[in-house]
Structure formats: C-alpha cells, structure tokens
C-alpha cells in the first residue's frame, strides 16, 4: 500500500467509531462484526502499528468461512488471525477460501501459510498471478527504462534497486502456487449462502478486484479506495495499459455502489464510496494539470525534470529509491494520459 497525501477534501467520517479511534491512537481496532455472519479484525504488518490490514471474515450457510484478505505474516505463524477467529468463537480450521483483492504481501502474504495449515483455496485475478510470475523478468526489463529517466547520478543505484532489478512487487515474501482460483471481473466467490461478485479494479496493480455485497450492502475495496490517502498506481508490475487510464477507469465503475458501506483494506470503514472516489478522480486530474504545465515551461526534458515541476508532498528533490521511482513513473503515466509522452526525452 504506497500512498502519496491525501487531497484537501475532508476525508469521509467513519462508520466504525473504534477503527478510527485505533488509527488516530496507533493501536490495533477490535474484532467487530460488521453484518451477521462478517467480521473484521487488523493484522499488523512491517511490525508497525498503524501500518495495518483490515481482514474480513464471511461465514458461509455451510459453516465454513471466508477471509478476504489475511493480511502480512513474518513467519507463518497467522498468531493475529488464529487470535482474531478465535474471538469470535471460531477456529483457522474451518478456513476453505481466501479471497484475496491484489497481490501485495500486506493483503496475501499469509495466504500461503492459511492454505499449509487448512487447505484452503486461494482465489486472485489471474493478471495478479501473471505478475508474480514474471516479476523477476519484467524487473529487469525496467532497468533499461530507469536509464532514461535523467535520474541524477547519486540517486540512480537506489532507484535500480527499488524499482528495477532489485525490486519484488509481492514484497518478497509470497509463495507459489499463488493462487488456485483465478477470478475475473463478474465471478461469484465460492461462498455456500453468499453472493459476493468479483469487480476489477486496476490502477493501484493490473489484476486488483473489490468484492461486492450488494445483499449484505457491502463492498470491499482493498486499496483501490481508502478513506484518507490514496494508493499509489502501477504498483503490481509492467502492464501493456497506463494504470493511470485504469485507475480513474475503475473509479468510475464505483459509481452504482453509492450506497454501500465500504470495507476498505486499511483504516477504517464509511460511507459514499462515489463522492470518495470522485475526490481521488479530481486529485489525478489536478497532478495531470501540472504535468502538462511542466511539458510547456520545459524545451525537451527529461522525465526527471518534469516530475521536479510537479508538486509532490515534499518535493521530489525529497525523494529517494521507491519513492522516487513511483513520482517519476506516475509523472511518465499523466504524460502519456495527455497524448505528450513524446515530448519528454529520453537518454
């Protein structure tokens, strides 16, 4: 979950007065129950508080449960997940799905370990699993696009190692098989008694789903929509579209959810997923703005030089490694987005 500062807008106010309470205290939220046979509970990850996941638990008309997004594990051990079943009276055994919304460990790194320990099956867009298969190749491809960047000379070797041939775009920690269900935009989720569909979303990563409730009046959005910050884009790997294109793309597909609560997958529950995302649209539309007016202040720049015009959150002579390599590819997707990728040079 790479995250720039969120817009002016006021965030939306929370519905869960406890997660928000947490986020503001840098604690873990207690397991509440969101709708009969729902839960939610955090797992912590990076061993910080608040740098959270908020996991869902559905509860089939069979007894057996669903987990939509674990969540992190360091070690395999899924203590805050046994922790969090175990607070609402059941047990990891009776885990037969994990339905996962994108690739990034602080989503489906215990995903592997849940399947060790029950057998249950794993469930992910296939572009998701795509990705992680080929990250390794596709990384090293982009040291080749990094060079032409105009990145300064003592800022080069850390953007090579966290965005090029050094980089893992599951955070390293991910096992294969990856999944062993590849969900698509419109597929029901294998859940006994529910009906939960399967909508793509990508941007934030190329094969990124939210789930939608509309019986239970829930949509779960992993980290295309959160509530206070917004999620980096292009953040799963090469892809043949500008996730920047994607991402605004996919906000729109929010708009028939207006009145769903939203369980995001980091910080805490609300409301009006459409004004939301509508803001996050605005934001995009505002940075493309300056890209553009970088490109007719600058005779033939570079894509560092451009970036440097734009106003990121402390500047990007601030920036360093992922960072600046996310500012510089996002720079490179509004330039693209506006039909002016040529006018920035290449060396």
């Known amino acids: 979950m790479t995250t720039v500062p969120p817009p002016a807008t006021p965030a939306p106010e929370p519905i869960s007065p406890v997660q928000a309470a947490a986020l503001r205290d840098g604690v873990l939220p207690p397991v509440e129950q969101v709708r009969p046979g729902i839960w939610t509970f955090a797992v912590p990850f990076r061993s910080g508080v608040p740098d959270a996941t908020l996991v869902y638990v559905v509860a089939g008309s069979d007894g057996s449960l669903a987990v939509i997004d674990p969540g992190w594990t360091a070690d395999g051990g899924l203590r805050e997940l046994r922790d969090g079943l175990g607070a609402i009276g059941r047990s990891l055994d009776e885990v037969s799905l994990v339905a996962v919304t994108h690739l990034h460990a602080d989503h489906?790194?215990?995903?592997?370990?849940?399947?060790?320990?029950?057998?249950?099956?794993v469930a992910m867009h296939g572009l998701e699993v795509a990705a992680l298969e080929h990250e390794r190749a596709d990384a090293e491809r982009t040291d080749s696009d990094i060079a032409t960047w105009g990145v300064p000379e003592h800022l080069l070797a850390g953007v090579v190692e966290a965005w090029g041939s050094g980089r893992r775009v599951g955070m390293g920690r991910i096992e294969a098989p990856y999944a062993d269900l590849l969900l698509?935009?419109?597929?029901?989720?294998?859940?006994?008694?529910?009906?939960?569909?399967?909508?793509?979303?990508?941007?934030?990563?190329?094969?990124?789903?939210?789930?939608?409730?509309?019986?239970?009046?829930?949509?779960?959005?992993?980290?295309?929509?959160?509530?206070r910050i917004n999620s980096g884009i292009g953040l799963g790997g090469r892809s043949d579209t500008n996730p920047l294109r994607d991402h605004l793309a996919s906000l729109a597909r929010l708009e028939p959810y207006a009145d769903l609560e939203v369980c995001p997958g980091h910080e805490y529950r609300f409301r009006d997923v459409v004004s939301r995302a509508r803001t996050l649209a605005r934001h995009r539309e505002e940075r493309s703005r300056h890209v553009a007016a970088a490109l007719d202040a600058l005779d033939h720049p570079t894509l560092f030089d451009v970036a440097s015009r734009v106003p990121f959150s402390g500047g990007?002579?601030?920036?360093?490694?992922?960072?600046?390599?996310?500012?510089?590819?996002?720079?490179?997707?509004?330039?693209?987005?506006?039909?002016?990728?040529?006018?920035?040079?290449?060396?």
């Open 108 to 121: 489906l790194g215990a995903a592997a370990a849940i399947r060790r320990a029950t057998g249950a099956r």
């Open 316 to 347: 990007i002579e601030s920036m360093t490694g992922f960072l600046l390599a996310s500012a510089l590819t996002q720079t490179a997707f509004h330039a693209d987005l506006l039909g002016r990728a040529d006018e920035v040079r290449r060396v």
């Open 184 to 227: 698509a935009d419109g597929d029901l989720l294998p859940i006994p008694g529910r009906t939960i569909r399967t909508l793509w979303t990508p941007g934030h990563t190329t094969g990124h789903v939210c789930f939608v409730d509309e019986a239970d009046g829930l949509l779960f959005t992993g980290d295309h929509v959160l509530p």
